[in-house]
Nanobody, 119 residues
Protein backbone atom coordinates (compact mmCIF):
# COMPACT_ATOMS: atom_id res chain seq x y z
CA UNK A 1 0.00 0.00 0.00
CA UNK A 2 1.30 3.44 -0.98
CA UNK A 3 2.47 5.80 1.72
CA UNK A 4 0.45 8.69 0.29
CA UNK A 5 -2.78 8.21 -1.63
CA UNK A 6 -4.39 11.05 -3.57
CA UNK A 7 -7.99 11.21 -4.73
CA UNK A 8 -10.51 13.72 -6.03
CA UNK A 9 -9.12 14.63 -9.40
CA UNK A 10 -11.24 14.75 -12.50
CA UNK A 11 -12.65 16.83 -15.32
CA UNK A 12 -14.41 20.09 -14.54
CA UNK A 13 -15.48 23.16 -16.46
CA UNK A 14 -13.80 26.49 -15.89
CA UNK A 15 -15.27 28.19 -12.83
CA UNK A 16 -16.00 24.88 -11.16
CA UNK A 17 -14.56 23.29 -8.05
CA UNK A 18 -12.70 20.15 -7.07
CA UNK A 19 -11.58 18.81 -3.73
CA UNK A 20 -8.35 16.82 -3.60
CA UNK A 21 -7.57 14.58 -0.67
CA UNK A 22 -4.25 13.04 0.30
CA UNK A 23 -4.33 10.25 2.85
CA UNK A 24 -1.53 8.52 4.70
CA UNK A 25 -3.22 5.25 5.66
CA UNK A 26 -0.07 3.54 6.91
CA UNK A 27 1.03 6.33 9.23
CA UNK A 28 0.12 6.77 12.85
CA UNK A 29 -0.83 10.12 14.34
CA UNK A 30 2.56 10.72 15.93
CA UNK A 31 4.22 10.29 12.54
CA UNK A 32 1.77 12.30 10.43
CA UNK A 33 1.16 15.28 12.72
CA UNK A 34 4.73 16.64 12.79
CA UNK A 35 5.12 16.48 9.03
CA UNK A 36 4.83 19.33 6.58
CA UNK A 37 2.36 18.64 3.76
CA UNK A 38 2.04 20.21 0.35
CA UNK A 39 0.43 19.93 -3.05
CA UNK A 40 2.46 20.32 -6.21
CA UNK A 41 1.29 20.21 -9.79
CA UNK A 42 2.88 19.50 -13.10
CA UNK A 43 1.17 21.01 -16.12
CA UNK A 44 1.87 19.87 -19.66
CA UNK A 45 5.26 21.14 -20.82
CA UNK A 46 6.08 22.70 -17.47
CA UNK A 47 8.12 21.79 -14.44
CA UNK A 48 6.51 20.62 -11.25
CA UNK A 49 5.55 23.61 -9.10
CA UNK A 50 4.43 24.15 -5.53
CA UNK A 51 0.75 25.00 -5.28
CA UNK A 52 0.12 25.09 -1.53
CA UNK A 53 1.81 24.02 1.68
CA UNK A 54 0.69 23.57 5.26
CA UNK A 55 3.20 23.08 8.02
CA UNK A 56 2.90 21.01 11.16
CA UNK A 57 1.95 24.28 12.90
CA UNK A 58 -0.78 24.86 10.29
CA UNK A 59 1.00 27.77 8.68
CA UNK A 60 -0.03 27.96 5.04
CA UNK A 61 1.60 29.11 1.85
CA UNK A 62 0.04 29.52 -1.59
CA UNK A 63 1.43 30.15 -5.02
CA UNK A 64 0.39 33.56 -6.31
CA UNK A 65 -1.56 31.94 -9.11
CA UNK A 66 -3.95 30.18 -6.70
CA UNK A 67 -4.28 32.67 -3.85
CA UNK A 68 -7.89 33.40 -3.03
CA UNK A 69 -9.10 30.36 -4.97
CA UNK A 70 -7.45 27.36 -3.29
CA UNK A 71 -7.45 26.39 0.38
CA UNK A 72 -5.24 23.77 2.00
CA UNK A 73 -6.16 22.16 5.29
CA UNK A 74 -5.13 19.15 7.34
CA UNK A 75 -6.83 16.68 9.62
CA UNK A 76 -4.18 15.01 11.72
CA UNK A 77 -6.60 12.67 13.45
CA UNK A 78 -7.57 11.18 10.09
CA UNK A 79 -4.09 11.60 8.63
CA UNK A 80 -5.15 13.56 5.61
CA UNK A 81 -4.65 16.86 3.87
CA UNK A 82 -7.22 18.47 1.62
CA UNK A 83 -6.88 20.97 -1.20
CA UNK A 84 -10.14 22.76 -1.95
CA UNK A 85 -9.95 24.28 -5.41
CA UNK A 86 -12.55 26.85 -6.45
CA UNK A 87 -12.94 29.08 -9.50
CA UNK A 88 -10.82 26.69 -11.50
CA UNK A 89 -9.14 27.89 -14.66
CA UNK A 90 -7.84 25.93 -17.67
CA UNK A 91 -4.30 26.79 -16.58
CA UNK A 92 -4.90 24.81 -13.38
CA UNK A 93 -4.86 21.66 -15.49
CA UNK A 94 -2.16 19.18 -14.55
CA UNK A 95 -1.21 16.25 -12.40
CA UNK A 96 -1.44 17.14 -8.72
CA UNK A 97 0.97 15.45 -6.34
CA UNK A 98 0.82 15.21 -2.59
CA UNK A 99 4.16 15.82 -0.90
CA UNK A 100 5.16 15.10 2.66
CA UNK A 101 8.27 16.02 4.60
CA UNK A 102 8.63 13.95 7.74
CA UNK A 103 11.23 14.72 10.41
CA UNK A 104 12.28 11.06 10.53
CA UNK A 105 12.52 9.97 6.88
CA UNK A 106 12.42 13.13 4.78
CA UNK A 107 10.35 13.67 1.63
CA UNK A 108 7.75 11.39 0.07
CA UNK A 109 5.56 11.84 -3.00
CA UNK A 110 2.17 10.48 -3.84
CA UNK A 111 1.39 8.92 -7.19
CA UNK A 112 -0.52 11.96 -8.48
CA UNK A 113 -4.07 12.67 -9.56
CA UNK A 114 -5.12 14.28 -12.83
CA UNK A 115 -7.05 17.54 -12.84
CA UNK A 116 -8.41 18.78 -16.15
CA UNK A 117 -10.21 22.11 -16.46
CA UNK A 118 -12.02 22.70 -19.73
CA UNK A 119 -12.69 26.16 -21.10
Amino acid sequence: QALLVESGGGLVQAGGSLRLTCRAPRQIFSVFSPSDMAWYRQSPGKERELVARITSNRETYYADSVKGRFTISRDNSNKKVVLQMNSLKPEDTGVYYCHQVRPDVGATWGQGTQVTVSS
